[in-house]
């Protein structure tokens, strides 16, 4: 048998094929161009051709054997059709070379491709992963993607055409069977006894039967569906297919084996749906939803226009944030929670909403829920008083009616903290609006041991203008002394023991205060801070508004 082939044939340098010169020459323009190019050159016949990155490697080129020593003929299907077409043009088996060659029986078959079931397409494509550049430099690739969109056109909503800018309406025109590739699939597009709204969910829903198909496709062929339909990175504007994309980054992230954060093909997709996301802009996604979003490409690397561009849309409707919504994973910068996030989505949402009355409520329902999400925070160790602050101070003091929650979030940090030493826990409690501290929390924090003595004296003499110094009020100088309403003995006594309370807080912080200036100063460190605060009137001590 050996002695009777007098070619050898080297593939990708891992396999050798012994051939027989006459046979594979009858069919392969390629390999006879290269043996008469030898013969003229009086090369050695036995060092034989070697052939490097030919499409589909030893596999292919068995394939293209068995045609030729089968006299021209091989099944072809849709399995291996795509590698066939491409093998067939490599090796220049076109009809200058034989009569009805492997090439042209490949496109013959090809030309059937609208008539296909949509799984034969999808095989046929999902084929082309081993041979992706041949695929897409011949041309093969775009014809199987352009056949994929017809099929999902044919069987979804005709709102869906104008997703496809890029085909021609000729090559929809000439598939416009009324053929479907599943007759289930099909069904999901007749129903319709809906109310509006109803009717534009279901239209979503019933437009995603074919992601799942799709989500098996590599990336680099992905890329190239997104190119042929001109949605590829900021020229997305379709919706279905960014949240095709959404939902195949995020399997990628569950299933696929392969390091997507490292992968650049993964990123430019991710960046493809941040873009596809922040042109429809909220009018598809709910605040909730943006936050999804975010989570999902941020984990293949973003642009830093695309990510101010997401965040410009969450920070427009954050007032529609919940507490998990904020609690996004910071794990990759050393901390649980990802807070510079949040500081810039905060950012985001003064700036577009401003400090006008319009927006007050807004602003209120943001500062109630980023007192939560410090009080969340505070337990992590990570957590440095420089981001506490970022969070604390990055809304408006108007956007709190009462600093209560301000405070706790404050306790709860020092206590997970204790170690934070006594400057810093002053800096720490400059975020307080202590005018905006309600008497309960004033009190608590006078009594607080790890707040320091000055802030809980300041927190007091905030509170001492509140309490009433007069032991009755008139309703009117015009009523008559008859008319004058005197409070109930209750209440003369319990604001008198509110004052004697307060003042003999006082006097207890005052003599603290003492005591801490005379160890300062016997170790040469006057604290500046005593110094400004102690003799504070009731009017300087009140907090400024402080803006971010």
């Not at 599943?182 to 007749?190: G, L, M």
């Not at 695309?306 to 609690?327: K, N, P, V, Y």
Request: hydrophobic content about 35%; proline content about 3%.
């Amino acid at each position: 048998m050996t002695n009777s082939c007098d070619l050898q044939i080297k593939i990708n340098g891992q396999q050798i094929f012994l051939l027989k010169e006459k046979i594979i020459s009858k069919y392969c323009g390629k390999v006879k161009k290269i043996l008469n190019h030898q013969k003229r050159r009086c090369h050695v016949k036995e060092m034989g051709i070697r052939v490097n990155d030919f499409p589909g490697g030893s596999d292919g080129f068995e394939l293209v054997s068995r045609f030729c020593y089968n006299n021209g003929k091989i099944p072809i299907d849709v399995s291996n059709v795509s590698l066939l077409h491409c093998c067939a043009i490599y090796l220049g088996m076109t009809e200058e070379v034989f009569d009805n060659n492997l090439l042209q029986q490949t496109q013959t078959f090809l030309e059937g491709i609208h008539y296909w079931k949509w799984n034969d397409i999808v095989l046929s494509l999902v084929s082309c992963e081993m041979f992706y550049e041949y695929a897409d430099c011949y041309g093969l690739l775009e014809k199987i993607i352009h056949a994929v969109l017809i099929k999902i056109v044919q069987n979804s909503d005709a709102n869906l055409n104008t997703s496809f800018t890029s085909l021609s309406s000729s090559s929809l025109s000439s598939s416009s069977t009324p053929s479907s590739p599943e007759s289930n699939y099909a069904k999901r597009f007749s129903s319709s006894t809906q109310t509006t709204s109803e009717k534009a969910k279901s239209s979503l829903t019933s437009k995603a039967w074919w992601f799942e198909d799709l989500e098996t496709l590599p990336p680099k062929i992905i890329e190239k569906l997104f190119r042929c339909i001109e949605s590829y990175k900021d020229d997305n504007n379709s919706l279905i297919f960014t949240r095709f994309l959404l939902q195949y980054l995020k399997t990628a992230t569950q299933t696929r084996n392969t390091d997507y954060r490292n992968s650049s093909e993964y990123a430019a997709l991710a960046e493809t749906a941040a873009y596809g996301v922040i042109f429809v802009g909220k009018k598809n996604f709910s605040c909730r939803g943006l936050f999804w979003v975010l989570r999902i490409v941020s984990r293949f690397g973003l642009s830093k226009i695309c990510r101010t561009g997401l965040e410009r849309l969450i920070g427009g409707m954050l007032e529609q944030a919940t507490l998990d919504d904020l609690l996004v994973s910071g794990q990759d910068m050393g901390i649980y929670y990802d807070v510079n996030l949040v500081i810039r989505l905060v950012r985001q949402f003064v700036g577009t909403n401003g400090y006008d009355g319009m927006c007050l409520q807004k602003m209120k329902r943001v500062g109630r829920l980023i007192d939560k999400y410090l009080r969340e925070i505070s337990p992590d160790q990570n957590l440095k008083i420089s981001k506490f602050l970022g969070v604390a101070e990055c809304l408006p003091d108007t956007a709190r009616d009462c600093f209560d929650g301000i405070y706790r979030a404050i306790d709860i940090y020092l206590e997970s903290h204790p170690n934070v030493p006594f400057e810093e826990r002053s800096r720490l409690c400059k975020c307080l609006n202590y005018s905006k501290l309600s008497f309960g929390a004033s009190k608590d924090l006078a009594k607080n041991p790890r707040i320091p003595p000055t802030v809980a004296m300041q927190a007091l003499i905030s509170q001492q203008t509140k309490i009433p110094t007069t032991n009755f009020v008139t309703e009117s100088p015009r009523k008559s002394h008859s008319q004058i309403v005197l409070y109930n003995q209750g209440s003369i006594d319990s604001f008198s023991q509110e004052k004697k309370h307060m003042k003999l807080n006082l006097e207890t912080l005052k003599c603290k205060t003492v005591e801490v200036e005379k160890l300062e100063e016997m170790n040469g460190q006057v604290s500046n801070m005593f110094s400004r605060n102690v003799l504070l009137t009731p009017a300087r001590a009140r907090a400024s508004p402080r803006y971010c």
